[in-house]
């Protein structure tokens, strides 16, 4: 006679599995962890735009004035406007900006000496994510009349 295999006791109504109330708890706590997670990320990759946006203004303004100061005889006063672009990166957009270089001269008396002063100013201003974004730099080089 072949052997009769047992079995477990079926379960009675509500002892097994989760119930649809639990079910829908869950998917609903996972939904608004994977919301604030996305959106923490989101914010993240703006933000690194951003500042490397922001880093590479800092960049090009240091190195305009670095340059001009090194080739300095007599800058013109005045204003000088370029279009530049700040460079994409991995996941980054380019973004067009602009260069603005201003130039004062200025003397002042000090202890009855007169002492000349060029004013070196280096703005780069770009527009990202609807807000005004902008870095400048300054540099004096003074001398003695």
Not at 52 to 79: K, M, S, T, W
Not at 101 to 118: K, M, R
Not at 131 to 142: A, E, F, G, L
């Amino acid at each position: 006679m072949p052997e009769r295999t047992h079995f477990p006791p079926k379960a009675s109504f509500g002892e097994a599995g989760f119930t649809l109330v639990e079910v829908l708890v869950a998917s609903i706590i996972l939904g608004l962890t994977v919301s604030a997670v996305s959106a923490m990320i989101i914010n993240s990759s703006l933000l690194r735009s951003i500042n490397e946006h922001n880093r590479q203004a800092r960049v090009i303004a240091q190195e305009e004035l670095e340059d001009l100061a090194h080739h300095f005889i007599r800058y013109p006063v005045g204003e000088m406007d370029a279009p530049i672009n700040l460079d994409d990166g991995p996941g980054l957009v380019a973004v067009p900006a602009n260069r603005t270089v201003t130039a004062g001269l200025h003397t002042v008396n000090i202890l009855g000496v007169d002492v000349e002063y060029q004013s070196l100013d280096s703005k780069v201003a770009w527009s990202e994510n609807g807000q005004n974004q902008n870095v400048t730099i300054s540099k004096r080089i003074t001398r003695v009349k």
